[in-house]
């Protein structure tokens, strides 16, 4: 009679972790089970994928690309910096800027001369007074 | 020059301390990051942020912990964040290709393949197969099983790394190679390489 698959203990019995009856019994049902024979071998070959994948060979440049971003990020700090000082001290400036020249342009306006200056040129504005239609329309004829 | 000298000299922005650490630590943090993404060109791109951060952020290193199993912390942590935009990307591709149509990705793996002789393709087939298989591990068990792999490293540096205790590590690992044989069996029985 043909013993039970043993496949859920295979990846185990190759990386050595199982114990010695344990180990023993899977090596003897290994020699009757052909279907767990294949299955020991296509993990092996999936496993051993990993053992020529490790430890690669690093770009010989990987530290003058480190150095140069290096430098491309203390720049842009530097950068970063300076704009982060000079703008708010611009936009106060111009928001400074902006308030005194309301309070300018305020204070003129309310100061009694202009007052009179503008009645005065509203009255020269109303010439109906010194030349009323009347008159300008018989002048026509 | 010892790990605390390195450290020193970096936290004190020291360009020669931090070339030697690079070229000492650069093949262990491109093999980590390597066994996470499955791709060179990233793993060497990822390696580079691992650095620039150890630079930038090195006066926080307070030295409790090896200098190793802070880049190892990193390292991972970089290459999952990687895993996830990617994997955000992709969604939003599909529903794109769904709505407006795209190119089909399975032709241009072909046209990719087409100049290879049949070994290689077979062993890319199987490189695949893997690959896939440890992308589909939940995260915590991807990266104990990575860690273990690709770097041989201890369970005990492993609980340090991921910051968890020795008996969740051994744990993770078990379920971790469960889950894997599980799909290699599913794929070894539907013969897919």
Redesign the interface.
């Known amino acids: 009679m043909k013993t039970k698959c043993i496949?859920?203990d295979?990846?185990?019995y190759l990386?050595n972790e199982l114990s010695v009856e344990k180990k023993i019994a899977v090596e003897k049902h290994l020699e009757e089970c052909a279907d767990c024979r294949?299955?020991l071998a296509?993990?092996k070959?999936?496993?051993q994928?990993?053992d020529r994948?490790?430890?690669?060979e690093?770009?010989p440049f990987?530290?003058t690309?480190?150095?140069a971003?290096?430098d491309e990020?203390s720049e842009t700090q530097a950068q970063s910096q300076w704009v982060r000082l000079a703008q708010p001290a611009f936009f106060s400036f111009v928001l400074l800027a902006g308030i005194y020249g309301g309070l300018k342009l305020g204070s003129n306006a309310s100061s009694p001369k202009i007052n009179q200056q503008v009645t005065s040129s509203v009255q020269m504005l109303n010439d109906f007074a010194a030349e009323p239609i009347e008159s300008f329309l018989l002048d026509g004829l | 020059m010892d790990e605390a000298q390195l450290i020193k000299g970096i936290q004190q922005g020291d360009?020669k301390s931090?070339?030697i650490l690079?070229?000492t630590y650069?093949?262990m943090v491109?093999?980590t990051c390597?066994?996470i993404v499955h791709n060179?060109a990233d793993?060497?791109d990822l390696?580079?942020d691992v650095?620039?951060e150890i630079?930038r952020t090195a006066e926080n290193f307070r030295g409790d912990a090896k200098l190793s199993t802070w880049l190892y912390r990193i390292a991972t942590n970089r290459s999952l964040n990687l895993i996830r935009n990617n994997k955000r990307k992709r969604f939003f591709q599909s529903i794109e290709e769904t709505f407006i149509g795209g190119r089909n990705r399975t032709s241009e793996i072909s046209e990719n393949r087409a100049d290879q002789p049949d070994q290689n393709i077979t062993?890319q087939q199987?490189?695949d197969?893997?690959h896939r298989?440890m992308d589909r591990l939940p995260e915590k068990q991807r990266i104990a099983f990575t860690l273990n792999?690709?770097?041989e490293l201890p369970y005990q540096q492993i609980a340090e790394v991921m910051e968890i205790s020795l008996a969740s590590v051994e744990s993770l690992i078990h379920r971790a190679?469960?889950n894997?044989?599980e799909q290699?069996?599913d794929c070894?029985k539907k013969k897919c390489?």
Do not use: C, T
Request: net charge positive.
């Open positions: 496949h859920n295979l990846i185990f990386d294949g299955f296509f993990l070959e999936g496993i994928i990993i994948e490790k430890k690669p690093v770009s990987f530290y690309r480190l150095s971003r290096l990020k | 360009r931090f070339h690079v070229e650069q093949r491109v093999n390597l066994g060179k793993a060497e390696a580079q650095f620039l630079f062993d199987r490189s197969m893997l298989a792999k690709y770097e190679k469960k894997l044989q290699l069996l070894y390489v």
